[in-house]
């Protein structure tokens, strides 16, 4: 059974950074596709980074230039690096991790910017 391990939100001032955390456990990051969504009060869950064992990442429009995805085959796990936070980035944020039998899903972790 394929675990996400998740750490790394929290309270951060706008324009501060946060680094976000996703460990693998049951399964293995190679062939497959890892990566974050996120989910404001409200709204829709909607896929923030991705990226595949190959090293092809993803991006949604507004947050290209500030985040990068990175990820490590070693440790099963990937990063996601957020610079130049906005208030419009608060959201539970969800480690994903997807196979051919379908998505795993993490617990989530929040992520708050102040203004």
């Known amino acids: 059974q394929v675990q996400l391990v998740e750490s790394g939100g929290g309270l951060v001032q706008a324009g501060g950074s946060l680094r976000l955390s996703c460990t693998v456990r049951g399964s293995s990051f190679s062939g497959n596709a890892v990566g974050w969504f996120r989910q404001a009060p409200g709204k829709g869950r909607e896929m923030v980074a991705l990226i595949t064992s190959a090293g092809t990442t993803n991006y949604r429009d507004s947050v290209k230039g500030r985040f990068t995805i990175s990820g490590d085959s070693a440790k099963n796990t990937h990063y996601l690096q957020m610079n130049s936070l906005k208030p419009e980035d608060t959201a539970v944020y969800y480690c994903?991790?997807?196979?051919?039998?379908?998505?795993?899903w993490g617990p989530g972790t929040q992520v708050t910017v102040s203004s």
């Open positions: 994903y991790f997807g196979t051919t039998e379908g998505p795993s």
